[in-house]
């Protein structure tokens, strides 16, 4: 069965430095999100992308994220100077075109220290 | 406006009981509400979803009521196993044309004992 994979599983970074999460959606889909889950709360909508730009973002992903799709298979998080308050559970997911069936992937846990 | 409210926030019921989670929302543009589950560390997977012009969903031992006029729905798991056990999620979309944005409910976390 397709699913959606990120890489790494875990990542620990100091405060202030870059980190990449990465994301290979299912191979049919062309709608693609980032959602995060701090530890013990809900899961919360960061951005979507569709068609090379983004077409909804949060009050979340404000200057220090971005997101691209740097080839036609990975799709990218960065965030740029990370906070302690970045430490949390990143989720990628997919939809495939006409549908509201987003696929998540196993996350990203990341911890900023 | 885009908040989605759930209750419990936790629930314990023994083997076969019937665990009753609820959600409610404000936006009346909504109009796709899905169900994740997600066990410990893993990504939230979906369960059963409605949309508004249906009351009732079931989809083996997992069932959603919808009430559109209340704009509250609920999941209901019958016949509940040890491996229900997890964390589930309402939440709430409006669909197609839309960004597909999901706005989810703060969690349910249930525990079936043996």
């Known amino acids: 069965e397709p699913e959606v994979t990120q890489t790494p599983s875990h990542q620990v970074t100091q405060m202030g430095q870059e980190v990449i999460l990465r994301c290979v959606p299912i191979s049919n889909h062309l709608y693609f999100y980032w959602y995060r889950q701090i530890l013990g709360q809900k899961v919360e909508f960061l951005v979507s992308f569709y068609n090379n730009e983004i077409s909804e973002k949060s009050e979340i992903f404000d200057d220090q994220f971005s997101v691209e799709r740097p080839d036609g298979s990975n799709f990218t998080l960065k965030i740029r100077s990370t906070k302690l308050e970045d430490s949390a559970m990143y989720f990628c997911?997919?939809?495939?075109?006409?549908?509201?069936?987003?696929?998540f992937g196993q996350g990203t846990r990341l911890t900023v220290v | 406006q885009q908040q989605v409210k759930q209750s419990p926030q936790s629930l314990i019921v023994q083997k076969g009981g019937i665990p009753i989670i609820n959600c409610a929302y404000e936006n009346t543009a909504f109009d796709y509400f899905p169900w994740y589950q997600q066990f410990p560390g893993k990504g939230p997977a979906l369960l059963i979803a409605i949309r508004p012009d249906v009351s009732e969903k079931k989809e083996g031992r997992f069932t959603i009521s919808f009430n559109k006029s209340a704009k509250q729905f609920s999941l209901h798991i019958m016949d509940s196993q040890p491996g229900d056990s997890a964390t589930y999620f309402c939440?709430?979309?409006?669909?197609?044309?839309?960004?597909?944005?999901?706005?989810f409910g703060q969690g349910t976390t249930l525990q079936v004992k043996p």
């Open positions: 939440a709430a979309s409006r669909g197609s044309g839309n960004t597909g944005k999901l706005i």
């Open positions: 997911a997919s939809s495939r075109p006409g549908s509201t069936e987003a696929f």
